[in-house]
């Protein structure tokens, strides 16, 4: 028993290896587009992504001449991940001091918990942006929400309601780009926060999501 969950931990014990869970978190991806989305050697991917299937996190799809994972199991290893960084957010030093001087010296305000953003949807309460990359959105997004990616964000406001709360959400609790936004929507006189972790959580709770089928 401890063997085998030893294996499991060995898996995760990489950076590359936990970046290429949270990108598989949005969605299947090929070997190419996670080796491009993680500045990595196609081959070097390929490797870390054996080691993970070794440890039954991720599964493969063959299509033609491609490779494609997903994660498998996938709320279980989306929870795992969100475990492990609660752990570190409790115990590492490191961790502690990044959310302190990067994350929360961004934004200090309390984020939106995914029960309260359930019933301000279910009521019309808010304005809701996914800022994600688009082919991220187009994999799959929470009911309603916009896709308005961080780079395009600044020429979209005029689009936006002022008198609205806004919401943003990215991938994850970690995830860089929901900060910034919020940052910047407040910056020009926007009510806006940002969820608690992101779209992989949201999905892993049985929370309704959509999905663009070809």
């Known amino acids: 028993m401890f063997a085998s969950l030893a294996e499991i931990a060995q898996a995760l014990g990489h950076v590359h290896r936990l970046e ?3 990108h598989l978190g949005q969605g299947e991806r090929s070997v190419e587009d996670l080796a491009s989305r993680s500045d990595l050697s196609v081959a070097n991917t390929s490797r870390h992504l054996q080691i993970l299937r070794r440890a039954r996190l991720v599964e493969p799809r063959r299509d033609g001449k491609h490779t494609f994972y997903s994660l498998a199991g996938g709320p279980e290893v989306i929870r795992l991940l969100r475990a492990l960084g609660y752990v570190g957010e409790r115990n590492a030093a490191e961790v502690k001091l990044v959310m302190a001087a990067y994350f929360r010296a961004r934004d200090g305000m309390e984020p939106v918990s995914r029960d309260d953003l359930a019933a301000r949807l279910r009521d019309g309460l808010v304005t809701l942006l996914d800022v994600r990359p688009e082919n991220e959105f187009d994999l799959g997004h929470l009911p309603g929400a916009l896709s308005v990616p961080l780079p395009t964000l600044e020429r979209r406001l005029a689009d936006l309601p002022q008198a609205r709360d806004i919401v943003a959400y990215c991938r994850g609790p970690y995830c860089v780009l929901a900060f910034e936004a919020v940052a910047t929507l407040r910056a020009h006189g926007f009510n806006a926060r ?13 929370l309704p999501v959509e999905r663009f089928t070809a």
């Open 20 to 22: 290429l869970l949270e």
């Open 194 to 206: 940002r969820l608690v972790d992101g779209f992989p959580e949201w999905s892993a709770e049985g």
